[in-house]
């Protein structure tokens, strides 16, 4: 665990409103890798900070799981049953199989990727918990900031905030 340093906070504040306003660029009910990616090596950097991983202990990794990725998995499961069942059945039986697979690839297409991935909106919603552990760790004035300082990094968080929860409102 490392020692969460003035300066550190400083950039983790700044890092937070570059996060939200980066996240805002994307569709809200929609799994990005590479947003996940980020923020899941962003978020073991976060767990390095002894104040922020009693706070933020029970955060999640996002899962960039998308609905690709889903629909390649459940066709590849798709093909052998068609060719290895297929043939031990009557032609009616090959129909019914052929259609009732067929059904659940639409299925599983037509299911939201929050089920299985983590949307933008889901991730906006762990980068919000992160400004509101920021948040309440600057309040309570262990970091010891210079009034500017205090007000630059206040700004900061506030920006990330707003704009975090906009976006989570928008997304209803």
């Not at 990794?61 to 629909?71: E, F, K, L, S």
């Not at 010891?144 to 300082?149: I, R, T």
Request: glycine letters at 4%; charged letters at 25%.
């Amino acid at each position: 665990m490392a020692e969460l340093t003035r300066k550190e906070f400083y950039q983790l504040a700044l890092e937070c409103r570059e996060r939200a306003l980066d996240l805002a660029r994307h569709d809200q009910h929609r799994v990005v890798p590479a947003q996940c990616g980020l923020f899941n090596s962003w978020l073991a950097e976060l767990m390095r900070y002894e104040r922020l991983a009693s706070n933020l202990g029970k955060l999640e990794r996002a899962r960039p799981i998308t609905r690709w990725h889903v629909m390649g998995v459940a066709f590849l499961l798709w093909l052998p049953f068609v060719f290895f069942f297929g043939d031990q059945l009557s032609t009616t039986g090959q129909r019914v199989l052929s259609l009732v697979l067929a059904g659940l690839l639409i299925l599983i297409y037509f299911l939201p990727e929050r089920f299985y991935g983590t949307t933008v909106e889901m991730l906006e919603g762990k980068v919000l918990r992160v400004v509101e552990a920021l948040e309440k760790i600057l309040l309570s004035q262990e970091m010891q900031f210079s009034e500017a300082a205090f007000f630059r990094v206040k700004e900061n968080l506030q920006i990330a905030h707003e704009e975090l929860r906009q976006q989570i409102h928008l997304a209803h």
